[in-house]
């Protein structure tokens, strides 16, 4: 009973930030008359078409995007069984926008769509986080893993920069993308999302039952039946196009993916079949407010929601590594 309301109250929650997105912070003035008519279709006001072409495609994507990131930090971490593991500690995300980078800056001959690009960047960059951090072994360290991600992710940021240097003429686009904002969201990004996140919570049920036995420990999950092989293959597998989806439609946008399954865990217990879609519930809760705030911080100039997003998530990481030191 106690984990329907907190589902009741996610909902309630994330209810309210997405009417309230739909006319916070905007230049042209937009009430609720304006809203109501473009949730209906029946609004031909300057006002409610800015609500349909640009406010309600943004909003939905942030909740899509963030329940996105929330369940895939969730796989993560279960998988490695290191709560401090995430998109963006592990690297993928790094991984994913050079990828992208590297595509859109054209310095590649081969034609190639962002969002595969994305995957490819991504699975490039986990697979080298987990070689390193020896993630599969019983003795890895915690430290160990986060540090070997850490360093991925500096070295794809760096070599990142270097693309939007190589290519002057192209670098304000590539420069804009990479800040991580939901500002040029449109209906065909809702769409893929949405494919996405279905997808998302198809995999993370499907897996929610190995998951728990690994909190056994590796070897007492095989021994109780679990194919840790294909477990991890599957979840490597997942992980890899669900950030690489984010990434080709928003940008980076980090610490989502680590935030919103530990606050999870506070609320409804380590369980993965209630943590998968509590952790999308409060992925894209987070992701909504942060978009709303980085409307809010200079309007009416707008910060990247990528930015509000590192600004709570930087000293969230620090609290949580020294909680489980």
């Not at 984990?3 to 929650?13: D, E, G, P, R």
């Not at 310095?107 to 599969?136: E, K």
């Not at 980090?254 to 409060?282: C, E, K, Q, T, Y």
């Amino acid at each position: 009973m106690r984990v329907f309301w907190q589902f009741t109250l996610a909902l309630l929650i994330a209810a309210a930030l997405f009417a309230w997105s739909l006319s916070a912070f905007s230049t042209f003035a937009i009430g609720r008359a304006d809203v109501l008519s473009a949730l209906t279709g029946a609004g031909d006001t300057t006002a409610a078409k800015i609500v349909h072409r640009i406010r309600l495609p943004r909003a939905v994507a942030a909740l899509l995007i963030g329940a996105t990131l929330g369940i895939s930090g969730l796989l993560m971490q279960g998988i490695s069984r290191n709560r401090l593991a995430s998109p963006t500690m592990l690297g993928v995300t790094g991984g994913a926008s050079l990828g992208l980078a590297i595509v859109s800056s054209g310095l590649v001959g081969a034609s190639m769509p962002g969002g595969v690009a994305a995957v490819i960047g991504g699975a490039v960059a986990w697979s080298l986080v987990f070689l390193l951090g020896t993630a599969w072994s019983e003795e890895a360290s915690r430290g160990r893993l986060v540090l070997a991600g850490m360093t991925m992710g500096a070295l794809c940021a760096g070599l990142t920069r270097l693309v939007v240097l190589l290519a002057e003429e192209r670098a304000l686009g590539v420069l804009n993308w990479l800040a991580g904002s939901l500002s040029n969201i449109r209906w065909t990004d809702v769409q893929v999302m949405g494919v996405v996140l279905f997808g998302s919570f198809v995999v993370g049920a499907l897996v929610a039952p190995s998951l728990n036995l690994m909190n056994l420990g590796a070897e007492s999950a095989r021994a109780l039946g679990v194919r840790l092989r294909l477990l991890r293959l599957s979840v490597f597998a997942a992980g890899c196009v669900m950030v690489g989806a984010t990434v080709a439609v928003a940008g980076p946008i980090g610490f989502i993916g680590l935030m919103a399954p530990n606050i999870s865990r506070l609320m409804v217990g380590s369980d993965h079949r209630i943590l998968v879609p509590m952790s999308g519930a409060v992925g894209a809760i987070a992701l909504l407010a942060a978009d709303i705030a980085a409307r809010g911080v200079a309007f009416p100039a707008e910060t990247p929601a990528g930015a509000v997003t590192a600004l709570i998530g930087a000293p969230f990481f620090l609290i949580l590594a020294r909680g489980l030191r």
